[in-house]
């Protein structure tokens, strides 16, 4: 059979992708063909009108709503969370063959904004609140990539002090390295300015839609300027949905409606979302982030060592989910402050994150009976991944055994993050895994915590599928041999 699917996960990094992968594997295995549209962070090529005409059933594996849903109408369509494609994309399968076998159904086109969450009405509280945070944090991802790793080269060409550098609009040499360095330092650092604000804005936005967009964005600017910081934008985004969905249940003359959205919405979720913070909320926000601040400054020996452990466990525990996006999340808005223990903790993060794809990709490949051909091929993929700081490198292999993989990568990357912590090293850039070791403070000892780590996790992982296999041979053997009674 021929089918269409299309995968999309709130960042588009890597779910997107190995979602993707994973349903093309099945396919083939399964003697059909599939065509996959990507709409992850890199875009995506559409599918073409004739793939979609040919196609007996359509996929969609998405956290988000898909863009161009429209081109689908008529089509069979099984929607499933992204993970699923991963972790089953055989009963995907299984559940489009039977919706191709049924039927066709009268389906509305009904076009849908391009950019916009899945939020159901029926979800309870706490999956709305996540999922309206994970959208305003993969907006942020590429603002924090390039805004760091434009800092980190400047650091690298100019060393540190090129923060104090002259503005380039006063004083530009194209001539010089200095000059290089403090230009990429200034756009780096405009870019950072941009984080705050993002984040409110597409939180508002996954709340509210369009309308929203303004008020967050403001939001989370008056939370810049009041020096609320991350916490403020958290609270902005969520205020400014929360205000513009109240103003859209309030019933207006027909001939009104089509400037509410443009105007009266923005108008006044800015306007009470502005009052809000820079009146009632803002200022104890900014007293929390400060205290915050100095309470990250002031971390050594033991606490340290724990805020390390528990920001790796965080980082291996779902693999780029909401859990390790809250730990990467908390380590860039302490990024923005510049100081010491920030820096740390970023340090850590970005270790810890690494550890889980290098584990696995040792695993498979010290003691490669104990892994399937395929996880043997992810294997291979996974050193690059682990190496450029995507933790998501190690699902599929979380996916196959749960129960034995989790708990070995969470005790891996806590070691590791604890040791980053002990040993003192810092990090500039949000992003960049071992090719921004140069720029990491005490480098050598980074290393030995990430290696330190990997081991850990590496051999917890031998360890318990290798008494999982021992426990099956005898099992084996009486199946074998049965006895008489």
Request: proline share 6%.
């Amino acid at each position: 059979m021929k089918f269409v699917a299309i995968t999309a996960c709130p960042t588009g990094i890597a779910h997107t992708y190995m979602a993707a992968e994973s349903l093309e594997q099945t396919a083939k295995a399964n003697g059909d063909t599939i065509v996959v549209e990507t709409q992850g962070s890199a875009g995506s090529e559409p599918l073409s009108a004739a793939d979609i005409a040919d196609a007996d059933a359509v996929i969609f594996a998405a956290d988000l709503a898909v863009a161009g849903r429209e081109r689908f109408a008529g089509k069979p369509i099984v929607e499933a969370p992204v993970k699923a494609a991963i972790n089953d994309a055989a009963g995907l399968f299984e559940r489009a063959k039977a919706a191709a076998a049924e039927p066709p159904a009268d389906q509305p086109a009904a076009a849908e904004p391009e950019l916009t969450t899945k939020v159901g009405e029926h979800d309870r509280l706490g999956s709305r609140i996540r999922q309206w945070l994970m959208t305003g944090v993969s907006y942020l991802i590429p603002f924090v990539a390039a805004g760091g790793l434009l800092i980190a080269v400047s650091f690298a060409l100019g060393g540190y002090q090129i923060a104090d550098a002259p503005k380039v609009t006063e004083h530009f040499d194209a001539g010089s390295l200095a000059g290089w360095a403090a230009l990429m330092y200034q756009i780096g650092s405009v870019a950072f300015q941009f984080l705050v604000p993002v984040l409110a804005g597409f939180i508002a936005f996954a709340m509210a839609d369009r309308p929203a967009i303004a008020p967050g964005f403001v939001g989370g600017a008056v939370s810049v300027a009041i020096g609320a910081g991350f916490l403020g934008g958290l609270v902005a985004g969520l205020f400014a949905g929360g205000v513009v969905l109240g103003l859209k249940k309030i019933r207006v003359p027909k001939a009104m409606r089509g400037i509410m959205p443009v105007v009266v919405y923005p108008l006044l979720g800015t306007v009470v979302v502005g009052v809000l913070m820079y009146v009632v909320v803002g200022k104890p926000i900014a007293i929390a982030t400060t205290g915050l601040t100095h309470w990250l400054n002031s971390l050594s020996g033991t606490s340290a060592v724990l805020l390390g452990a528990l920001l790796g466990l965080m980082m291996a525990f779902d693999m780029g989910g909401p859990v390790n996006k809250a730990a990467y999340a908390f380590a860039v808005g302490g990024l923005t402050t510049g100081s010491a223990g920030s820096l740390q903790i970023m340090a850590a993060v970005m270790a810890a994150g690494m550890v889980p794809p290098l584990a696995l990709a040792l695993a498979s490949t010290v003691r490669k009976k104990l892994f399937t051909a395929a996880e043997r091929e992810n294997g291979r993929a996974a050193w690059l991944l682990g190496a450029s700081f995507i933790t998501e490198g190690a699902i599929p292999f979380a996916a196959a055994d749960p129960f034995r993989v989790i708990p070995s990568i969470m005790a891996g990357s806590a070691v590791t993050g604890a040791l980053s912590m002990a040993f003192g090293a810092t990090l500039r850039a949000p992003h960049g895994g071992i090719f921004v070791v140069p720029l990491i403070g005490n480098p050598l000892l980074f290393l030995v915590a990430l290696v330190a780590g990997t081991l850990v996790a590496a051999t917890s992982v031998v360890l318990l599928k290798q008494l999982r296999f021992r426990s099956a041979e005898p099992a084996a053997a009486v199946s074998a041999h049965p006895v008489n009674a």
